[in-house]
């Protein structure tokens, strides 16, 4: 698989989110969050729902104009950048509810991964000469080692409106992959799977993470999954950071334990196991333990 | 091995083989086929039916071009009729004798038809900008008013276009001394003009949709499709819509300015008023009737339509409530020109309602049903 080089190892960080505030009519979603990303690391955020945690990846992709704050991604300031900018520069992102172009097949969704690598224009795509056909190929080439590592080979030539909830996730998790991302932001990989499709997906992560090296932002609410992947975690309530460690030390954390008891949820995050994975039930303070409902698909990101 | 492999033509050793344009073999017998007899149509049937072909290439050309915009693109456009009168005036004027009373510069149509292609797809990148601004209802309100700007431009600047009712001459089709839009003999043989321009028509349709195929399959056209179905899941991966939307723009209107600058080649009086929407709306009708976002459905709706007049001028004969006259002075119920507006706008609806991947995706029924025979599924 295209390998990508950890970006500048050595260097400073990846990703540098300082002081960020990001506020809707009303609501505040994000409240002087600060954070960094280290080269290779796996960096988890985790909180109860409506806690921000989505709308951090929105101002991150350029999605959302943070209201204060910086955000630097490889030594740049990216605040005020177009999304496709910030994409072009390497940051790739899966979503909490998929967006997958449906009525495309798999291999075109992937495909559509690669566009930041794609030097050819619209004259060369008409004459289908030259660099077009070389690139082409190439991507396809390149898309069909992310087909293999996914596992996902039966299912290439299908629109990926008509696969099953679990594929389409690694559909979107290889789209990502495809633009051979220098940070990778993973919006609830897990959502909505059961214990096998889960596992998978914890297994692709840490390959991606292992041999390709690279660095990945992960949000989630399977605390198991958290728990054992993560490098740091920080976690979130109503928009303001509790803290930033070591799993097991926020795991432990009195104000952490709060806010998730203080919802009201029967879930103790101490007892590591997919704990509080239902998004789709909405509401903080429903219970949620144990329930591996998918959430209704609904469209658009936010 | 090989012989393996050569017995089972559906299985790829190669992903060039298997992002080829014609990638299966009875793709490329039946596009042999089709080539075989559009070559033989022009010594088969007569003049006025071998015109109705050439015009449905012709109108197949600016259908691709609409369809790359409003189809692959998803930004609906009802300024299609403009870019088709910026088209066939600029091959007019270039063409066009150069002591009549008409704006002309007596060049060949070598350099008319491709520069009317440029100067339609410039008016597009211009008006482009829009597009990224708006959408939806918003777009399809906009460019119809580019519509009415034309019409009224069309009417006002006479040396270029003759105004209202009056018209100015067609577009001249000399290459070199080679007048398609004459009879006369190629290599010892007679042919009248319209044999000479169908087969004109016909290979830049050919030319024209392989381009437009080519860009339809490469990071363009899947750009295209994801700014249609998704824009900002598009942009988050590294597509800025606004310059996509501008290509798509502007390679349409070249398309629909090439299908101008065709069309009044074979009609000898460019009429300003038929610039209208009704054009436009026409234009639509080809792309949801033939298919929204596929080559070979822009041809077949434009071919469809191309010919709903022949067979709708064929009514009267018929059924005597239908009139030939516009001003029903012989009693008729309704004129062949009413029924056809009609006949567009049930069409139109039937497709959208019953068919909405229009007459391409009737092909495909059809053909898995064959596949798949005797088994209904
Ligand atoms: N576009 C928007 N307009 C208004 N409010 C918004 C918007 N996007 C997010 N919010 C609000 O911001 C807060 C944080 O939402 P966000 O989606 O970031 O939460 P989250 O941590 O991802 O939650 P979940 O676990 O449910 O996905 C919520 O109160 C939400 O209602
Ligand atoms: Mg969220």
């Not at chain 1, 390709?212 to 976690?235: K, N, Q, T, W």
């Not at chain 2, 692959?72 to 403009?82: D, I, P």
């Not at chain 2, 034309?150 to 577009?171: D, F, M, N, Q, Y």
């Not at chain 2, 009704?278 to 010919?307: E, K, N, P």
């Amino acid at each position: 698989m295209a390998v990508v080089t950890p970006a500048g190892a050595g260097a400073g960080p990846v990703l540098e989110f300082s002081d960020v505030v990001l506020r809707f009519a009303g609501v505040t979603a994000i409240d002087r969050v600060s954070f960094t990303v280290d080269p290779g690391e796996l960096f988890a955020i985790i909180g109860p729902n409506g806690a921000g945690k989505t709308s951090i990846f929105n101002v991150l992709s350029g999605v959302y104009a943070p209201e204060a704050g910086s955000v630097s991604f490889l030594g740049t300031d990216i605040v005020g950048h177009k999304p496709h900018a910030i994409a072009a520069m390497g940051m790739a992102r899966t979503f909490q509810n998929i967006e997958l172009f449906e009525n495309l097949t798999v291999i075109d969704n992937l495909m559509l991964g690669r566009h930041r690598h794609i030097r050819y224009g619209w004259l060369s795509a008409m004459a289908w000469l030259g660099p077009a056909r070389t690139q082409e190929l190439a991507s396809r080439r390149a898309i069909e080692e992310i087909i293999d590592f996914l596992e996902i080979e039966q299912y290439r030539k299908y629109p990926v409106g008509l696969l099953p909830y679990g594929v389409q996730k690694r559909v979107e998790l290889g789209r990502a992959l495809a633009m051979e991302p220098r940070l990778l932001l993973l919006d609830e990989p897990v959502a909505g799977m059961n214990l096998e499709e889960t596992e998978d997906m914890a297994r692709f992560i840490l390959d991606i993470r292992e041999e390709l090296e690279i660095p990945i932002v992960l949000v989630e609410h399977d605390m198991g999954l958290v728990m054992d992947l993560a490098d740091r975690v920080l976690c979130l309530d109503f928009g303001k950071p509790l803290t930033t460690g070591k799993p097991s030390d926020v795991q432990q954390h009195p104000d952490v334990i709060a806010a998730y008891l203080g919802g009201g949820s029967a879930v103790d995050v101490a007892a590591s196991d997919a704990a509080a994975d239902d998004e789709a039930a909405g509401g903080r303070g429903e219970p949620t333990a144990g329930t591996h409902d998918r959430p209704a698909e609904t469209k658009g990101t936010r | 091995m090989s012989n393996a492999l050569t017995r089972r033509p559906e299985l790829y050793t190669t992903y060039a083989q298997d992002m080829a344009l014609l990638d299966t073999p009875a793709k490329r017998n039946s596009v042999a086929a089709l080539a075989v007899a559009a070559l033989t149509v022009p010594w088969l049937v007569v003049d006025p039916v071998l015109f109705l072909f050439a015009q449905g290439f012709a109108l197949a050309i600016g259908a691709i071009g609409l369809n790359l915009v409003t189809g692959y693109a998803g930004q609906v456009s009802l300024g299609h009729a403009f870019f088709v009168a910026v088209g066939a005036y600029t091959a007019a004027a270039l063409t066009g004798d150069t002591d009549t009373r008409f704006v002309g510069f007596g060049l060949q149509l070598v350099v008319g038809l491709p520069v009317a292609g440029l100067v339609a797809g410039l008016a597009g990148f211009v008006i482009s900008p829009l597009a990224s601004r708006l959408r939806g209802l918003y777009l399809a309100i906009v460019t119809l008013g580019l519509v009415f700007l034309g019409e009224h431009l069309w009417k006002e600047w006479r040396s270029l276009t003759g105004g209202l009712g009056a018209g100015r001459p067609g577009v001249v089709a000399d290459v070199g001394g080679f007048r398609f839009d004459q009879p006369g003999e190629v290599f010892g043989v007679l042919m009248s003009s319209q044999q000479k321009m169908y087969y004109l028509c016909f290979a830049l349709l050919v030319v024209f949709a392989v381009l437009a195929r080519n860009l339809a399959r490469s990071a363009v056209g899947r750009a295209f499709g994801a700014i249609r179905d998704r824009d900002v899941a598009a942009e988050v991966l590294g597509v800025p819509l606004a310059k996509y939307k501008s290509i798509a723009f502007t390679v349409s209107s070249a398309y629909a300015g090439i299908a101008g600058s065709l069309l009044y080649t074979l009609t000898s009086v460019i009429e300003p008023a038929s610039f209208n929407l009704l054009m436009s709306v026409q234009y639509i009708a080809m792309i949801l009737i033939g298919g929204v976002a596929t080559i070979s459905g822009s041809i077949a709706g434009a071919m469809f339509l191309g010919f709903l007049p022949f067979v709708t001028r064929q009514a009267p004969a018929l059924f005597p409530w239908i009139s030939t006259d516009p001003a029903l002075r012989d009693g008729g119920f309704i004129n062949v020109f009413q029924l056809e507006a009609i006949l567009y706008g049930a069409l139109i609806v039937a497709f959208l309602v019953l068919q909405p991947r229009g007459l391409f995706g009737l092909w495909v029924k059809v053909r898995n049903y064959w596949k798949g025979w005797p088994f209904s599924y």
